[in-house]
């Protein structure tokens, strides 16, 4: 077994550990195992496949491991992990699962020991064929609590989301369909101070295929959010929704109108407006391919619209309803070398509701991964980052840079090493850092 997608995506959050990165990587809870033993045990070939196990070694050297203006502490993070990717798909289950289990150690005993579950899993099994399933999700992200400040042990909480409920699919001809769901979704945080949130969600969707190239169709949504701190969220979302298909290209999106009403400790507060969803992929050439979205939505921090869009990160002091607007284009080229350049640039603008602050974040990225020999690959990661917040104040430019190689020894030994720097320039005292780091480390794929 080679490279894994668990390792690949280990490696990408290791080689450039900048603040605004954190968002992208998964991680997952005991509740995965729990949902995938339950649908094992309705289809007695859900495991059938091999399951691919990985053990993974890093040392990582930083000379600011706390990210600190005035006490930069320099310290040895040793980090054993374990990485478990397994997919099936026969009938009537299926599943995927993608983790990582890790222990963190701090040479100079900076942070006290920490593990950790890296991953995500999803499952559906068939409950009749006229198409009702049931399905269930569970995912863990390590977040920050406050993300004015350092990505650090001390600034981040574990967030557990769990989802599961039925599904049907009818097809009414071979030109109309209509989905339609109800799901349950549980949002808790391992901290203190943040607030845990629970969703029932339905949602229903009338497709027809007008040509083999153009669909389109009608939705309708209802999310009852209740959270912990006693806040009843209600939204409501009626759309139009289109899909087109062309040679090269692809155009996707919904508009419609979304009410929110917010109740708290006997005051309601009702917010509405138009919101939509666009996107637009394009293949350029052969190698080369671009794409660009832009949504806007009336939603709380808590809601599956938020925590399915990779990149948003939010302070979870502020878990009461909000407007969201963002925007993302991207290129990705596939050289004639065998190597990949990607570059991503985006915008998120975050106003919550109940106290008019509001949050704003611009993020551009580049990497390169160019093969130099046989088995040997260089990595380059860039990124660059500006946020504000009118509650504070606050203006921070982060800035991000790594320089890494690969090694495939082996179809189940690699190597790595690399190092990077990171800056954080604010206009806030103690909120300013540098932080150079170096990381080795070995990955050893069982078969």
Known sequence: MQWSPSIAKKWSGWSSMTDFSRAK?????????????????????????????????????????????????????????????????????????????????????????????NGSWNGACALSDSGLQWTASDSVSQVAVNTTQAFTPNNQTRRNVFSTGPRYLWLISPRDQLATSAQYQRTSYAGQGQSNATHYLGNSTYTHQMSPTLSVGLGAEIDKGKLDTGEDITRRTGNVQMTKTLTSTRFSGSVGYSRLEDNFGGFQSTNSGMTWQLRVDRQLTERRSVYAEYGRELSDSSSPYVIQIAGLTFNLSQTSA?????????????????????????????????????????????????????????????????????????????????????????????????????????????????????????DYAFR
């Open 25 to 117: 990587r998964k991680l997952c809870a005991g509740g995965c195992v729990g949902g995938l033993l339950v649908l094992a045990s309705l289809s007695g070939q859900a495991l059938a496949e091999p399951v691919q196990v990985g053990l993974h070694l890093d040392e990582r050297f930083s000379d600011n491991i706390g990210r600190s203006e005035s006490h930069p502490r320099s310290d040895l993070e040793h980090r054993l992990s374990v990485s478990v990717l397994h997919q099936t798909d026969p009938a009537p289950c299926s599943s995927f699962l993608d983790g990582v289990f890790g222990f963190r150690h701090y040479q100079r005993g900076t942070y006290s020991d920490q593990a950790d579950l």
């Open 322 to 442: 909000l407007q969201l607007t963002h925007w993302r284009a991207g290129l990705n080229q596939d050289l004639s070398s065998g190597g990949t350049i990607n570059f991503d640039i985006s915008q998120q603008n975050s106003e919550y509701l109940s106290t008019s602050e509001t949050e704003k974040s611009s993020t551009a990225t580049l990497s390169l991964a160019q093969p130099i020999v046989t088995n040997l690959t260089l990595h380059s990661d860039i990124s660059a980052q500006h946020q504000t917040s009118s509650l504070t104040t606050l203006s921070q430019n982060l800035y991000g840079a790594s320089l890494a190689l690969s090694y495939q020894k082996t179809r189940a030994l690699a190597f790595r090493a690399g190092l990077g720097r990171n800056i954080n320039s604010a206009n806030s005292i103690g909120t300013s850092y540098r932080e150079n780091w170096m990381l080795v480390g070995v």
